[in-house]
């Protein structure tokens, strides 16, 4: 199974500041087809389902705030958030769709410091 | 927009049986591959299983092989899951979740508590 390793745990940054997010795969996840890599991250607020931010490991989803960026390749990525804002608290997963079984980062809470 | 709407959750005794089921809306269905994730209480996102658009493939966890059936109805656009043998570890909000290239999009989920 592939393992995806985000760091770190929590997370604290003062409104306006930028956060950083990353996640490690145990292996390549690059799609060898188009040469993209096939990882998704997620955002959940308490109490509500995972939404999509960032797929393709770099394309954020429509209606997602430019302020989301993703990036890296192979086993390295990064999710930025570039001036945190209030509704961004949430915990972010990663996760791989390169074969099953389909594996998810442990997470990252995001707080406001 | 696309709407999944998990049903048939609730308290089970160990060892029982519950079957969940999702009803789709906003997108073309029969062309989705559609998987279930779990989440316990408190914890991370775990994949349970998968089905390809017309039910002909179905892959599962480790932990749920053997005990869990994944099923699609495309004519009523349903997806379901047959949860057999179920044990305290299976506690968690189960996810109907729309799979793809491009990301996937999640259900509101329905919780599922096995208990005695």
């Known amino acids: 199974d592939i393992v995806m390793t985000q760091s770190p745990d929590s997370l604290a940054v003062s409104l306006g500041e930028r956060a950083t997010i990353n996640c490690k795969s145990s292996?390549?996840?690059?799609?060898?087809?188009?040469?993209?890599?096939?990882l998704a991250w997620y955002q959940q607020k308490p109490g509500q389902p995972p939404k999509l931010v960032i797929y393709?490991?770099?394309t954020r989803e429509s209606g997602v705030p430019d302020r989301f960026s993703g990036s890296g390749s192979g086993t390295d990525f990064t999710l930025t958030i570039s001036s945190l804002q209030a509704e961004d608290v949430a915990v972010y997963y990663c996760q791989h769709y390169y074969r099953t079984p389909y594996t998810f980062g442990q997470g990252t809470k995001l707080e406001i410091k | 927009e696309v709407q999944l709407v998990e049903s048939g959750g609730g308290l089970v005794q160990p060892g029982g049986s519950l079957r969940l089921s999702c009803a789709a809306s906003?997108?073309?269905?029969?062309?989705?591959?559609m998987h279930w994730v779990r989440q316990a209480p408190g914890k991370g996102l775990v994949w349970v299983s998968l089905i390809n658009t017309d039910g002909s493939t179905t892959i599962y966890a480790d932990s749920v092989k053997g005990r869990f059936t994944i099923s699609r109805d495309n004519a009523k656009n349903t997806l379901s899951l047959q949860m057999n043998s179920l044990r305290a570890e299976d506690t968690a909000v189960y996810y109907c979740v729309r799979g793809g290239t491009d990301g996937w999009y999640w259900g509101q989920g329905t919780l599922v508590t096995v208990s005695s």
């Open positions: 393709w490991a770099s």
């Open positions: 906003g997108f073309t269905f029969s062309n989705s591959w």
């Open positions: 292996q390549s996840i690059l799609n060898s087809s188009n040469n993209k890599n096939k």
